[in-house]
């Protein structure tokens, strides 16, 4: 019989029990489900609602409990639902009453939001460290390879040249964007909602501040009928991951495109590329496109529980169990993939001479022009036009914009001198681009050495 089964004259027909356990999955929980079982009787004793003999011999049997699950010694029943309720039927197997009083003043609504919460501030902790991983080895990498010229694209196109590491850096900013929402929503996750029972508080007189600092929680939920029915800090962890899923899949989209025969640009280690049944000759990129594809299950995981949370009543119901197995998921996979990415691109290596090759095409440096141009006090628009004007015709004349004379390029420019031929060079286009944020190798220097040290730092 089921620890509610007191008005229950039959037991839960089969398919019931299938359909409706969750231990399968949350039992992951188990760490944290005893941590806040122990912070609770701790407080029941020190409340003297329960005797402090009794809360010390729970709290023992609790921690073997705990050892025993560590090592697999204990079957876990779907019958009984849950881990809440697996580990609470092996305590009273071994103490009896003393294990029937772990539960006083609590319901499985507030011991389910404590626990998940406890779970999720752990795996906080951990992906924030996973991107700091991450960010060291794009650092790293770029920081190795400081004078790499390669073109940036816009629309797909050659749009200007950029150095490499200034284009690693670009995910480093965006994974600390990541860093810094996931610790927001750490604030939020990090509140108690013990003591708040099934939905109304308890007529114990529990202490509900003392579990939350025994908890390391920095806030106890004000109000108890929120506390047991909250997952906004799911959707929000789960919104946060789903754009770290994203920034790693356009890094992985990087990845497959550079290492393609049109860029050739990286060589990823071979043993982070996998080869085909057919063709000898390949060497795929296969984790990176498995990082670019799974980001699908982790907007799955948001979108699996906005939709779980839309339209439910006040305040627990049993729909929130559906709270689990898209985030645990989503959390396996982001971690999956963050491990993988960091020492395959600390293992890569940039193809320079082909990079800057692609990077040294002199209309790349179209805008160097139109801006020396301005230089010369030629307003923007009309710069933009003159060069434009020499761009077609050196088109039509199948001349590159290099290899004009001055007087060719007069025809489209009446101002050219010639300096202008010399523009067209990536390492001094690059160069010229000397101001915050910009791709010049004394900003770019800059930006590692900033990363370099807050890395260090270790925040
Ligand atoms: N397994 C449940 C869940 O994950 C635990 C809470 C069940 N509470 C209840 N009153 N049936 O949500």
């Given at each position: 019989?089921?620890?509610?089964?007191?008005?229950?004259?039959?037991?839960?027909?089969?398919?019931?029990?299938?359909?409706?356990?969750?231990?399968?999955?949350?039992?992951?929980?188990?760490?944290?489900?005893?941590?806040?079982?122990?912070?609770?009787?701790?407080?029941?004793?020190?409340?003297?609602?329960?005797?402090?003999?009794?809360?010390?011999?729970?709290?023992?049997?609790?921690?073997?409990?705990?050892?025993?699950?560590?090592?697999?010694?204990?079957?876990?029943?779907?019958?009984?639902?849950?881990?809440?309720?697996?580990?609470?039927?092996?305590?009273?197997?071994?103490?009896?009453?003393?294990?029937?009083?772990?539960?006083?003043?609590?319901?499985?609504?507030?011991?389910?939001?404590?626990?998940?919460?406890?779970?999720l501030r752990h795996e906080t902790d951990e992906i924030r460290a996973a991107l700091r991983t991450l960010q060291s080895a794009l650092v790293d990498l770029g920081g190795r390879y400081p004078a790499a010229i390669l073109p940036g694209l816009t629309h797909m196109q050659n749009a200007q040249p950029v150095l490499f590491a200034h284009h690693l850096l670009a995910y480093v900013e965006m994974f600390e964007r990541d860093r810094e929402r996931l610790a927001d929503c750490r604030r939020r996750i990090n509140r108690s909602p013990l003591g708040a029972g099934a939905i109304a508080g308890s007529t114990l007189p529990l202490n509900r501040e003392r579990t939350a600092e025994l908890l390391g929680f920095a806030e106890v939920l004000r109000n108890s009928m929120d506390a047991v029915a909250d997952r906004d800090y799911i959707v929000e962890f789960l919104a946060g991951l789903s754009l770290v899923a994203m920034h790693c899949s356009r890094l992985a989209e990087d990845v497959i495109l550079w290492v393609s025969q049109r860029f050739g640009f990286l060589e990823l280690d071979d043993a982070f590329c996998t080869g085909s049944s057919l063709m000898p000759q390949k060497k795929n990129p296969d984790v990176a496109e498995?990082?670019?594809?799974?980001?699908?299950?982790?907007?799955?995981?948001?979108?699996?529980?906005?939709?779980?949370?839309?339209?439910?009543?006040?305040?627990?119901?049993?729909d929130l169990q559906e709270d689990k197995e898209g985030l645990f998921d989503a959390i396996d996979t982001v971690k999956a993939s963050l491990a993988l990415l960091a020492p395959m691109m600390a293992t890569a290596t940039p193809r320079e001479k082909a990079m800057l090759a692609a990077a040294a095409d002199p209309a790349l440096m179209a805008t160097d022009l139109a801006e020396w141009l301005v230089k010369k006090g030629v307003p923007f628009r009309d710069a933009h036009h003159m060069v434009g004007r020499y761009v077609g015709w050196c088109a039509a004349k199948g001349v590159a914009l290099d290899q004009a004379t001055v007087e060719q390029m007069r025809e489209s420019i009446p101002l050219a001198e010639p300096e202008c031929l010399l523009l067209f060079s990536a390492a001094r286009s690059v160069a010229g681009r000397d101001l915050t944020g910009g791709t010049a190798p004394a900003q770019v220097a800059k930006q590692l050495e900033f990363w370099r040290h807050r890395l260090e730092a270790g925040e």
């Open positions: 019989m089921a620890l509610w089964g007191g008005r229950f004259s039959k037991d839960t027909n089969q398919g019931v029990a299938d359909f409706s356990e969750s231990v399968s999955y949350d039992q992951r929980l188990y760490p944290y489900d005893v941590q806040g079982s122990i912070a609770h009787v701790t407080m029941l004793a020190e409340q003297g609602i329960i005797a402090r003999a009794d809360s010390q011999a729970i709290v023992r049997e609790l921690e073997a409990i705990k050892a025993r699950l560590e090592a697999g010694e204990i079957e876990l029943k779907t019958e009984l639902e849950d881990i809440h309720m697996n580990i609470e039927t092996v305590l009273i197997a071994a103490l009896g009453d003393v294990g029937a009083r772990v539960h006083t003043g609590r319901s499985r609504n507030d011991q389910v939001n404590t626990d998940e919460r406890l779970y498995l990082v670019r594809g799974k980001t699908g299950r982790v907007y799955a995981a948001l979108f699996g529980i906005l939709t779980v949370l839309k339209g439910l009543p006040l305040t627990y119901n049993r």
